[in-house]
């Protein structure tokens, strides 16, 4: 039954019986169905056999005859616990490679929008951590601080639908450069709209240069409408972008960039994310070598 229906999350056996002992019998279970926890329950003290199976790994729990129906539940639950222990330690597993490889596809990506522009991939990653931080003073979970850092590090991935040489412009981009630029979050969203991995990837991807006042892009949305983590990123895009050298600036510099989270805050701005921007600029958290 073991090796053609399995899993069985318990099997209790009696010790004495025809043909092979109690612990023999769970000794092979462990060979077909090694997560499966096994029992043994007899009215023969053994003691010494008992210890030995238990000491070796082969035997959970060892019950005694008379085996009271509390003592026995008590036993079966804690079986069943065991088992659904080892399998969530499997499932994890399983899930933190799934991880691991979503992680080297999105590197992936980012190699492929440096080759065009390398200004964007280090922007994306810088922007990242910014975000993970900031996530991280107003108290996000770490499973969401997770899936916005990775959002993060794709989140001008859109950018690849756009001509270098718009992207790269010394100058001023005139109406019609900015609205196709303007398409870049769109773009992006849609690359990962149908990939299932429990974040809301695609939606931040989209939101990013969504404003709580509803001056921003693609949809005009406003305040709650707005996911937090779309909002955080927000702030981090924007700290980014005043703090580092862009085609047709240098650096505005750390003192530019306070005063322009200041005015936006609780306007554009979610107010509390402007807040643990300005503290990581400040204490020199971030871009400790820009003035």
């Known amino acids: 039954m073991v090796e053609s229906d399995q899993p069985f999350a318990v099997v209790v056996s009696d010790f004495k019986m025809p043909f092979m002992s109690g612990v023999e019998l769970l000794a092979k279970i462990k060979e077909i169905a090694p997560e499966t926890v096994r029992m043994v329950l007899t009215g023969y003290a053994d003691l010494e056999v008992a210890i030995s ?31 659904e222990m080892v ?9 933190q490679r799934l991880k691991d490889g979503l992680e080297s596809t999105l590197r992936a990506f980012i190699r492929l929008v440096e080759f065009r522009d390398p200004y964007t991939a280090g922007h994306m990653d810088r922007t990242a951590e910014i975000a993970t931080l900031i996530a991280e003073k107003v108290g996000l979970s770490s499973d969401r601080i997770e899936g916005l850092r990775l959002a993060a590090m794709v989140h001008d991935i859109g950018k690849i639908a756009i001509p270098s040489g718009i992207l790269n412009k010394p100058g001023i981009l005139n109406d019609a450069e900015f609205a196709l630029i303007k398409t870049h979050s769109l773009v992006g969203s849609e690359i990962f ?25 693609p949809n005009g949305l406003c305040k709650e409408d707005i996911l937090e983590e779309s909002q955080i990123l927000a702030v981090a895009d924007v700290i980014d972008a005043i703090m580092t050298h862009r085609p047709y600036r240098l650096t505005l510099g750390r003192k530019k960039t306070i005063e322009d989270l200041e005015a936006q805050k ?5 107010a509390e994310s402007v807040e ?9 958290q971030i871009f400790k070598d820009v003035t």
């Open 53 to 83: 199976a238990v000491n070796r790994g082969d035997i959970f729990r060892f019950l005694t005859k008379p085996c009271d129906k509390d003592t026995l539940m008590s036993a079966l639950k804690a079986g069943v616990e065991q088992y």
């Open 266 to 270: 609780g306007i554009s701005l979610n």
């Open 276 to 284: 643990a921007g300005i503290e990581l600029l400040q204490t020199e």
């Open 87 to 95: 399998q969530s330690v499997h499932e994890l597993a399983v899930i």
């Open 193 to 217: 709209e149908l990939m299932d991995t429990g974040w809301p990837i695609a939606r931040i991807i989209l939101e990013h240069h969504e404003r709580l006042d509803g001056t921003g892009y």
